[in-house]
C-alpha cells in the first residue's frame, strides 16, 4: 500500500511538473512577468548541473548544492572539506566565476560561497566626445553567501542561506542588498526516489532610478523536482540518474528541466539535458571525470548549452574535489 502511495504521488508530481509550462500559456496567452535586478543570479552555476540541462535540485550531493538546493549539503561526505570554482565563458564576451568550500559535519553541513559577473571594458561616451572620454564604467556584480543544512532524519534534510549582493552599473548607479534561500530533501523510501524543493533568491523589492520610480524585483526562483536511480545505485560500476524539475519565477513564464548523469566506474559521467519554454536555449550536454586517491577526489567536468543562431554557446569548466 506504501509503494502504491509513492507511486502515485510521485506520477502526480512528475505530471504538475510536465503541464506547468502548458497551463501558463493557456491562461490569458501569457503570464505577467516582473522586472527584476541583480538578474545575474539567474544563470546556473557547476558545469555538472549545467550538463544535466539545470535539473539538479533533487540530485544535489555535492559542494555545487549551496547554489541549487542547500539541503544537499547534507549528502557530502563526512568531516572532509570539498571545495568547486566554477568559470562560465557567457555571452557577448562577459564572463561568470564561483566557488565555494563547505564540510558536513556531526551538527549539520556549512560552506560559504560567491559569484562574480563581470564584462569586458566599457568606454564612457558622451555628446561631446562621441569617440570615447577615456574613462571606463566601473560595472559587474558579486555575492557572498554562508549556509547551513542539517539532517533530521535518515530521510529528510532541510538547509537555509543568506547572501550579501552588489550589483554596479557605472556612473554612480549601484545597489546593494540581501537575499535568502531555503531548500528541502525527501527520501521516500520507494528505491532512492526524492523529492527536493528550493526556493532562492528571496529578497525585498527596490526602487531603481528614483526619478522614474522603476520598481523591481529580485529574481526569485522556486523549483519542485524529483530524480532517483534509473538503473544501479550510487558507487556502482555503473549506474544511471535521471532527474525532472519544474520552475517557478517572477522573471518569466513557468519553466521545465530534464536530464540525466551516467556514470562509469565512478571515474567518467555522461551528462545530458532539455530545457523548456527558453527563448534562446533548449539542449545541453556535459561529461566528467574524477580521480581518486583515498578518501580524496578531484574532478574536472564541463557542460555545454546550445543557444539559437544569434548567440556563441557558452562554455562551462569547473573543478571540484575534497581534502
Known sequence: MRRILLIGLTTALAGLLLTAPAQAQKVGGSVPVAETYVSFLEVAQGARPAGMGDAYVAVADD????????AGLTNMPRKKFQFTFNNTQWLVDSQFNSGAVGVNTDYGAVAFSFIKFGT????????????GTGS?????SIAFGGAYAKKFTDRFSMGGQFRW??????LGYNFSTFDFAVGSNYYTGFRSLRLAMSLRNFGKDKVLLQESFINAKMPMYFNMAVAAEV??????????????????????????????????????ALRGGYKWNYDAQDFTAGAGVKLKKGD?????????????KNFDAPLRISVTGSF
Open 63 to 70: 559542494i555545487n548544492s549551496v547554489f541549487w538546493n542547500v
Open 120 to 131: 569586458p571594458k566599457i568606454e564612457v561616451h558622451t555628446i561631446f566626445k562621441p569617440d
Open 136 to 140: 571606463f564604467l566601473d560595472n559587474g
Open 165 to 170: 549582493i552588489q550589483e554596479k552599473l557605472g
Open 231 to 268: 538503473f544501479g545505485k550510487k558507487g556502482d560500476p555503473a549506474y544511471f540518474t535521471g532527474a525532472i524539475e519544474g520552475l517557478y519565477a517572477v522573471s518569466f513564464e513557468k519553466r521545465m528541466h530534464m536530464g540525466g548523469e551516467l556514470w562509469l566506474h565512478n571515474m567518467l
Open 296 to 308: 580524496r577526489y578531484l574532478q574536472a567536468d564541463f557542460a555545454w548549452v546550445r543557444f539559437n
